[in-house]
């Protein structure tokens, strides 16, 4: 009894619904302190139920006691629960990081919708259930646009709504896919569907499935889904962008890959060519606007558009037992861990210089070295440099693409790479110019410069600790 | 948007419409039965009418975040609600209006109580219930005797809250039989009672909100009284 009260899988979930409650039920911006002791509690759970899973495989929990198609299954399989790491990890230092940014910027509702954002996400990578998934999503999304309309600008505003109508429509064909899918085969559990669509589905799972990609890629933000991205992440407050970048389009992303190796496997190849042809027009894409982009935020925003497109890049590469699906996670991961980072960095360098323009930067390397030297560290990742996580799954991809011949993927994820290096270095030249007489600093919390640099670091460093990740990625259900 | 670009968006409407009805008209039959399911497993689920048992029982957990995605709109509407802003009072309520609430609204909350209690054994529940309740708090506004509001003290939130804490310490509570949500037999038809007398209440606050918040007009001296004092 005792043990099934205290099973970590259905605590990642009420958790933080319970510490979102009361953060409401506080209300005045109360609640940090609470969310960080309990995001603390949610890091290790997420590790015991890493453990568990490594040590006994997969784990399904039947909410209600009912089990598939009946009730809804919760899954703990390795995917997943790599997913649920991150988020934990990425969301500690940067609840941390909130509490102090907070202090300087006031806000009312940043706790609440931040855990309800997290337990969407959680509930998101342990459901197998189509229909659940599309509640998470629900959840997920309209936490993430509550979060974009914080400040309270009319940009903010704009942002948010132009971000809520794209979100909602993106929904509204998921749902549509997944009501066709549960009239042709009468479930929408996903162990359920997987043995009844076989080789060659009727029009109507066909459909099904494309307006479910169609609505999932366009939450990912994928090119040509991309507008509504960069002014969302790149106008939200600095804590805000950070989890919008580094955990809420990966959610989407997720999905996808999960239907793809799970109920749809069928169809995936016949859309496999056509993401991996987005991938690669977001990469250039991204990098390039990133490149010509004034504002420091949008920089980072548009190097989310470039990075997210390495992930559809495993698409056409993927087979089972391959390569592709761990340098998928993988780059998952680290941009994750990298995108954090850099817009926690971000964030110091605009309180800092109390300016949003990369002109605005000049002589900021002798005020925030922390900060730019966490800035760096994530540009590491980003662009690809040996050890960091971004480096290995950029050479997973290059070795998947070329072992298949496949060998124009290549070209793409080096000029990305370059790319990117480009952006980056953009930031740093300026930030070491020397600083304009008139120029005015203000000081900023120093907590807040080292969470930045403990999130680029970790990305940086989880590259030496893939062999467990790769590990656990390998627990799968038993067929 | 331009002639070309809406031609585009028409036609894809169009074709996606074509799409659909043929995929219907093509439609296979269902491999798995879950109104068979239900018909089945009705009698351990604690409540008579199937609707109540799959959205309170067997697909509870859904629910369950859907009522966090309804606190979660009123939330997002209060992050953009700027209660520091000025603005103008309403206009005053007609006298007819103003007694035909004074009417309506003890039926109202009449209907809302039976709803509830119906939603065991046949159409109703606390969603049903709630938007009763909802409406009567916009007709009791309209009238001019509720105020409106966009910053809600704490036994508001209390109010708004609380169907969703109740129904997630029964989900955190039941753990200890073996699974989230998983009601005991014997229990199982009390416990779901409870959470729905939460839910009707919450709902009708939260409903009621998505409208007060926008009727909500900083400088009227009524509301501004009730707000609270930001520190």
């Given at each position: 009894m005792a043990e099934a009260f205290l099973d970590p899988l259905p605590w990642l979930i009420v958790l933080p619904l319970a510490w979102a409650s009361l953060a409401f039920l506080w209300g005045d911006g109360r609640g940090g302190r609470l969310a960080i002791a309990a995001l603390a509690v949610q890091l290790a759970l997420a590790l015991i139920l890493a453990a568990q899973v490594m040590a006994e495989g997969a784990r399904v929990h039947a909410v209600g006691g009912w089990g598939a198609p009946l009730g809804i299954d919760l899954l703990a399989d390795g995917l997943s629960v790599l997913m649920l790491l991150l988020t934990q990890a990425v969301a500690l230092p940067l609840a941390v990081y909130a509490r102090a940014y907070f202090s300087e910027v006031a806000q009312t509702h940043f706790w609440p919708l931040t855990g309800f954002l997290l337990a969407a996400l959680n509930a998101l990578f342990l459901s197998a259930d189509l229909f659940n998934l599309y509640v998470t999503l629900e959840l997920l999304s309209l936490a993430a646009v509550g979060l974009v309309a914080l400040g309270g600008k009319p940009a903010q505003a704009a942002a948010a709504l132009r971000y809520l109508l794209v979100s909602l429509t993106a929904s509204g064909a998921y749902l549509m896919g997944v009501a066709l899918i549960y009239g042709a085969y009468g479930t929408v559990s996903l162990a359920g569907l997987a043995p009844l669509i076989?080789?060659?589905?009727?029009l109507i799972t066909r459909l099904a499935a494309g307006l479910m990609l169609a609505g999932l890629l366009a939450k990912t933000a994928l090119?040509?889904?991309?507008?509504?991205l960069p002014p969302a992440h790149g106008g939200a407050a600095a804590p805000v962008s950070a989890l919008l970048s580094a955990l809420v389009v990966k959610a989407s992303f997720y999905m996808v890959l999960r239907l793809a190796l799970g109920p749809f496997a069928p169809l995936a190849e016949l859309a496999a060519l056509l993401l991996g042809v987005l991938g690669a027009t977001a990469i250039l894409w991204g990098s390039w606007r990133a490149l010509t982009t004034h504002h420091i935020k949008m920089l980072v925003a548009w190097s989310t558009v470039a990075q997210l497109g390495y992930l559809f890049l495993i698409f056409p590469l993927l087979?089972?037992?391959?390569e592709a699906l761990q340098a998928g996670v993988m780059q998952a991961v680290a941009h994750g861990l990298a995108k954090a980072a850099m817009f926690a960095a971000a964030g110091v360098l605009m309180l800092s210089t109390g300016r949003d323009t990369l002109e605005g930067l000049a002589g900021v390397a002798g005020r925030v070295p922390v900060t730019l030297f966490a800035f760096g560290l994530a540009g590491v990742t980003l662009m690809g440099l040996p050890p960091s996580g971004g480096f290995l799954a950029k050479w997973l991809l290059i070795e998947a693409a070329l072992a298949q011949g496949q060998w124009p993927w290549v070209a793409v994820i080096i000029a990305g790479g370059l790319l990117a290096a480009a952006y980056v270095f953009k930031v740093l030249r300026q930030a070491f110019l020397l600083a304009p007489a008139a120029a005015h600093f203000h000081p900023v919390p120093r907590v807040m410069e080292w969470t930045a640099f403990l999130l680029a670091a970790a990305s940086v460093l989880i590259g030496l600790r893939a062999t467990e990740g790769v590990e656990l990625l390998g627990v799968e259900v038993a067929p | 948007m331009n002639g070309p670009a809406r031609l585009a968006v028409g036609g894809l409407a169009v074709a996606l419409a074509g799409a659909l009805a043929a995929a219907i008209l093509d439609l296979p039959s269902a491999a798995v039965d879950l109104r068979g399911a239900v018909a089945m497993n009705l009698s351990a689920s604690g409540v008579e009418h199937p609707v109540t048992a799959v959205l309170l029982n067997f697909r509870g957990y859904d629910t369950l975040l859907e009522i966090a995605v309804l606190l979660l709109a009123l939330l997002g509407m209060l992050a953009v609600a700027k209660p520091e802003s000025g603005g103008s009072p309403p206009a005053a309520a007609d006298p007819m209006l103003r007694t035909l609430a004074g009417v309506a609204v003890p039926l109202m909350i009449l209907a809302a109580g039976y709803l509830l209690w119906a939603g065991a054994h046949r159409p109703g529940g606390a969603f049903q219930a709630g938007a009763v309740l909802a409406a009567a708090a916009v007709l009791l506004h309209l009238a001019g005797r509720l105020p409106a509001w966009a910053s809600p003290k704490r036994m508001l939130r209390l109010g708004l809250a609380g169907g969703f804490l109740v129904f997630l310490a029964v989900s955190a509570i039941l753990l200890s039989e073996g699974a989230l949500l998983r009601y005991p037999l014997e229990h199982a038809g009390a416990l779901i009672l409870l959470i729905e007398a939460g839910l009707t209440l919450s709902l009708g606050l939260i409903l009621a909100g998505l409208f007060l918040v926008l009727a909500?007009?900083?400088?009227?001296p009524s509301e501004s009284a009730g707000e609270e004092s930001k520190s």
């Open positions: 076989g080789p060659d589905p009727p090119f040509p889904f991309h507008f509504w087979q089972p037992g391959g | 909500w007009h900083p400088a009227s």
